[in-house]
């Protein structure tokens, strides 16, 4: 499709266990965010890409958390050692890099960890 | 992280009532969007606001950037049941390295009953 994709659409895990998420931004878009989405809260920022550079690393909550992105396409969040607190909805967008360029979002990755 | 303050958090309307929101923040922001977020997917852009002082309309919405680029409203005439979600707005601070991140509020969850 022409739109942002992400998978797992859902994923449940056991505490402690690693996951990766996925991204596959709008061919062409530059720029790729990702945005955490706890129960009942507005999205939280994570990290942004520009290229397969991330001049952005901010709102990584701690340093279980990792992201990469490859051939200026693709990206992969990890979170290593998934504790409780982590489940929640992320989700992912991309533009095409220039400032003020309209972010498209994905339809998220929805984690539940037991 | 650095959250809006959105309000109000949830409304329950009859159809063909107008609908008002609004966002305000202690920083000044570069642009004010407002997004729509259905059950199971991504956020969806609604409008945007470029310029403190101005009012776009888009079908029956209608927002506001506010001049002291702190606040912004939302405005939706004769809903319909279809308004139906939860509605975000966004402030997106000036260049850097920040350029692009989105700051989000907590969102208001509108139900409209026919």
């Known amino acids: 499709g022409a739109g942002v994709s992400q998978s797992p659409s859902n994923k449940v895990t056991e505490k402690g266990k690693d996951v990766e998420l996925r991204c596959d931004p709008i061919?062409?878009?530059?720029?790729l965010y990702w945005y955490r989405q706890s129960l009942g809260q507005g999205l939280e920022f994570l990290i942004y890409?520009?290229?397969?550079?991330?001049?952005?690393k901010s709102g990584l909550p701690s340093d279980r958390f990792s992201a990469e992105r490859t051939g200026g396409s693709v990206s992969t969040l990890t979170i290593q050692r998934t504790q409780q607190e982590d489940s929640a909805v992320y989700l992912c967008?991309?533009?095409?890099?220039?400032?003020?360029?309209?972010?498209?979002f994905g339809p998220g990755t929805r984690l539940l960890v037991l | 992280g650095q959250q809006l303050n959105q309000s109000p958090q949830s409304m329950f309307i009859q159809e063909g009532e107008d609908v008002s929101m609004n966002c305000t923040s202690s920083?000044?922001?570069?642009?004010w969007l407002w997004y729509k977020q259905d059950p199971g997917e991504g956020p969806v852009l609604l409008i945007a606001?470029?310029?403190?002082?101005e009012l776009t309309s888009n079908g029956r919405l209608t927002a506001q950037f506010g001049i002291t680029r702190k606040d912004s409203f939302l405005n939706i005439s004769a809903s319909i049941p279809s308004d139906v979600g939860i509605y975000f707005c966004?402030?997106?601070?000036?260049?850097?390295?920040?350029?692009?991140?989105?700051?989000f509020g907590q969102g208001t969850i509108l139900t409209v009953h026919p």
């Open positions: 920083s000044i922001f570069n642009t």
């Open positions: 967008a991309s533009s095409l890099g220039r400032t003020q360029e309209t972010q498209y």
């Open positions: 890409f520009q290229g397969n550079s991330a001049p952005d």
């Open positions: 606001l470029y310029k403190a002082g």
């Open positions: 966004a402030g997106q601070p000036r260049g850097g390295t920040s350029y692009g991140k989105l700051t």
């Open positions: 061919s062409g878009h530059t720029a």
